[in-house]
């Protein structure tokens, strides 16, 4: 499957007064790397809209292992695990220095047909066709 990372240093803005990172920054982070993912198949916000669909998350899980810190280096891994019916894709966050996993993540999205709002069951050729071809 299609896998991608990107390096992230913890800034201070990302805290919360407990001075880890605010649990709602997380899913910033995972869609960073999920907009890398995307622009390297070929299938970034902008073609999404010209294929016609739009791409609502509509599950997360977030499983925290260890908390993050200000200043702390990490890789955010973002990996597409399943596309048939609906576009799965699973994130790590690794801290730089010991690799160790800090969080676990799956978001799920489902393919929306942006003239009518209906819900595709399954997800239409823009994407499937280009992780096929790119695989």
């Not at 649990?23 to 299938?43: A, K, P, W």
């Not at 990996?79 to 690794?94: A, C, G, P, Q, W």
Request: aromatic fraction near 10%; glycine fraction near 4%; proline fraction near 4%.
């Amino acid at each position: 499957m299609r896998s991608v990372e990107i390096p992230i240093k913890v800034q201070f803005y990302d805290l919360d007064p407990m001075q880890v990172v605010w649990h709602g920054n997380y899913t910033r982070y995972f869609e960073q790397v999920r907009c890398e993912l995307m622009d390297s198949i070929g299938y970034n916000f902008h073609e999404m809209d010209e294929s016609g669909y739009i791409w609502p998350i509509v599950d997360i899980r977030i499983k925290y292992v260890r908390p993050l810190r200000f200043g702390q280096k990490i890789a955010v891994t973002a990996t597409i695990v399943e596309f048939e019916n609906r576009l799965k894709i699973d994130y790590r966050i690794r801290d730089e220095e010991t690799q160790e996993v800090l969080t676990k993540a799956t978001t799920i999205q489902v393919a929306v047909v942006a003239a009518t709002g209906e819900l595709c069951l399954e997800c239409p050729p823009a994407l499937t066709d280009r992780l096929r071809s790119r695989s």
